[in-house]
């Protein structure tokens, strides 16, 4: 079968193309056909290097994709082979507490990723596809779509009425968006770009704020809130901009911290005390989130914005259009 790995954690050019024996399902195991994937910014800090989290070597990168069973090994119940599926990011994340064997089961990570043709998946590590979605639409969910659902819906307990301030257009911010405006949330996104705010309110932004032009947007966010502040931050810039997040929120307000686009900064905790804030740390989702996540996507119709779709020849040149920032939603591959 075609995949790629990475050779070395030195740079996308280490990402090669390879021919691999296809692999066999075991006991709970299923054999996927992978038919899209989609990269997350993970992906690129992995290829790079800056990737938090030990990854093994020579990994099939990228923890999203898409297709149908065609294959499944011993007392596999849940699925069949024809499902339309999805991998589970955490392949060993049933639902509840993560456990200590979680974070080494993370597809593209500490195991091999779905950049491939088939990839043995565990039973309880994919769910199915929303009918009204194509593949290359659901390639889009398993990362970005499901931690935007853990930040608003686990984490935030949001409810309509309520509002979110999104950070960025990339894919977890612009899935909050949509998410918090289907529940009837009022949305506040703030970007570098007037275009790309522009496309966001097109998607139901109530507000938008350009951040370059606008450096203290914390001060505007609660001008635009009549001084209450937001109720709930979706951070993706990390430290770099969590005090301007914490300026955001009304008191009592949550931070759903997801990422460090921002980089590093040192955290000042008497702001944390101060705001009587609720953060939390957010890492993707459980399967059983994934779940309910689809129940609510399939119930609303919700598409993914995807911004291109590039072949399977091209992942090298997908990579790169992840890493000039100029993508709206989500950059996919088809296999």
Same mark, same amino acid.
């Given at each position: 079968? $075609?995949?790629?790995? /990475?050779? &070395? *954690?030195?740079?996308?050019? &280490?990402?090669? =193309? @390879?021919? /691999?024996?296809?692999?066999?399902?075991?006991?709970? *195991?299923?054999?996927?056909?992978i038919a899209a994937c989609s990269l997350n910014y993970r992906d690129l800090a992995i290829a790079t290097g800056r990737y938090r989290a030990p990854t093994r070597a020579h990994v099939i990168p990228l923890s999203d994709g898409a297709g149908e069973v065609v294959e499944t090994g011993q007392d596999v119940l849940r699925v069949k +082979?024809?499902?339309? @599926?999805?991998?589970?990011?955490?392949? $060993?994340?049933?639902?509840?507490?993560?456990?200590?064997?979680?974070?080494?089961?993370? !597809?593209?990570?500490?195991?091999?990723?779905? !950049?491939?043709?088939? &990839?043995?998946?565990?039973?309880?590590?994919?769910?199915k596809t929303p009918a009204h979605l194509t593949d290359i639409e659901a390639a889009a969910l398993p990362c970005a779509a499901l931690t935007a659902w853990h930040a608003l819906v686990e984490h935030g307990r949001l409810a309509a009425g309520r509002t979110v301030l999104a950070q960025g257009t990339g894919g977890v911010s612009i899935f909050a968006l949509q998410f918090a405006r289907m529940m009837g949330a009022a949305v506040i996104a703030i970007s570098s770009s007037d275009e790309k705010l522009a496309r966001a309110k097109t998607l139901g932004a109530d507000r938008g704020i350009n951040y370059r032009d606008t450096p203290a947007w914390d001060a505007a966010a609660m001008e635009m809130t009549g001084g209450r502040g937001v109720d709930q931050v979706v951070e993706v810039g990390g430290p770099g901009t969590?005090? $301007?997040? !914490?300026?955001?929120?009304?008191?009592?307000?949550?931070?759903?911290?997801?990422?460090?686009?921002?980089?590093?900064?040192?955290?000042?905790?008497?702001? %944390?005390? =101060?705001?009587?804030?609720?953060?939390?740390?957010?890492?993707?989702?459980?399967?059983?989130?994934?779940?309910?996540?689809?129940? +609510?996507?399939? &119930?609303?119709?919700?598409?993914?914005?995807?911004?291109?779709?590039?072949?399977?020849?091209? =992942?090298?040149? +997908?990579?790169?259009? !992840?890493?000039?920032?100029?993508?709206?939603?989500?950059?996919?591959?088809? %296999?």
């Amino acid at each position: 079968m $075609r995949a790629y790995q /990475l050779t &070395a *954690q030195s740079g996308i050019d &280490a990402l090669k =193309a @390879v021919d /691999l024996p296809v692999p066999k399902p075991g006991r709970r *195991q299923v054999l996927v056909k992978i038919a899209a994937c989609s990269l997350n910014y993970r992906d690129l800090a992995i290829a790079t290097g800056r990737y938090r989290a030990p990854t093994r070597a020579h990994v099939i990168p990228l923890s999203d994709g898409a297709g149908e069973v065609v294959e499944t090994g011993q007392d596999v119940l849940r699925v069949k +082979a024809g499902d339309r @599926v999805m991998g589970c990011f955490f392949q $060993r994340w049933t639902g509840g507490e993560p456990g200590p064997d979680t974070q080494g089961s993370a !597809l593209g990570g500490g195991i091999d990723g779905m !950049l491939r043709e088939y &990839a043995v998946l565990e039973e309880d590590g994919v769910v199915k596809t929303p009918a009204h979605l194509t593949d290359i639409e659901a390639a889009a969910l398993p990362c970005a779509a499901l931690t935007a659902w853990h930040a608003l819906v686990e984490h935030g307990r949001l409810a309509a009425g309520r509002t979110v301030l999104a950070q960025g257009t990339g894919g977890v911010s612009i899935f909050a968006l949509q998410f918090a405006r289907m529940m009837g949330a009022a949305v506040i996104a703030i970007s570098s770009s007037d275009e790309k705010l522009a496309r966001a309110k097109t998607l139901g932004a109530d507000r938008g704020i350009n951040y370059r032009d606008t450096p203290a947007w914390d001060a505007a966010a609660m001008e635009m809130t009549g001084g209450r502040g937001v109720d709930q931050v979706v951070e993706v810039g990390g430290p770099g901009t969590f005090a $301007r997040s !914490l300026g955001a929120i009304r008191t009592g307000g949550k931070i759903s911290l997801i990422g460090v686009l921002a980089g590093m900064a040192d955290i000042n905790p008497s702001l %944390i005390l =101060a705001k009587r804030a609720d953060v939390r740390g957010i890492s993707v989702g459980s399967m059983q989130m994934f779940e309910a996540m689809n129940a +609510a996507v399939s &119930a609303h119709g919700l598409k993914p914005v995807i911004d291109r779709v590039f072949p399977f020849a091209e =992942a090298l040149e +997908a990579y790169r259009h !992840l890493q000039s920032a100029a993508h709206f939603g989500k950059i996919v591959i088809t %296999i």
